[in-house]
């Protein structure tokens, strides 16, 4: 398999992020490509995730993984680069993550929390998809 290699979206990148968000139901709300990371094998973008300053805490959000280059290790690759990065960026914030996949988290370090952010709270019931009681709010530990 090609090397990954993430780096930081460009603009060229927001019109396959906003149709990857959109196909995976992703977190949306007030996206803007700068605050995006891609992943590329070569040439080809086939995965992306983002940062939210969210004032009081971080949020991880909205990776996606594009369907023919799942089980490859892309998202976890990608998931270690972005608490890297937001640690170097926001030392002194909390690092959560808001999922339908709390097994995924899990092994990096986030633990489901039940006192949530309201920020947080609030998108579970409000911007999810998904069954809110499907959605888990995780900190990284």
């Not at 799942?70 to 990065?85: A, D, N, S, V, Y």
Request: proline content about 5%.
């Amino acid at each position: 398999m090609e090397k990954i290699t993430i780096e930081k979206a460009t603009e060229s990148d927001w019109p396959y992020i906003q149709e990857k968000l959109k196909n995976y139901l992703l977190d949306a709300n007030n996206a803007d490509w700068r605050q995006f990371f891609v992943a590329r094998l070569g040439e080809r973008t086939v995965a992306f995730t983002r940062i939210i300053d969210r004032a009081n805490c971080i949020e991880l959000a909205s990776m996606g993984v594009d369907y023919y280059h799942r089980k490859k290790g892309i998202g976890k690759t990608l998931l270690k680069f972005l608490i890297e990065e937001a640690k170097r960026q926001y030392p002194d914030k909390q690092i959560y993550g808001v999922t339908h996949r709390p097994g995924f988290l899990t092994p990096f370090g986030f633990k489901e929390i039940k006192d949530p952010p309201k920020v947080l709270e609030h998108k579970r019931q409000r911007n999810c998809t998904l069954d809110p009681s499907k959605i888990k709010i995780m900190r990284l530990e």
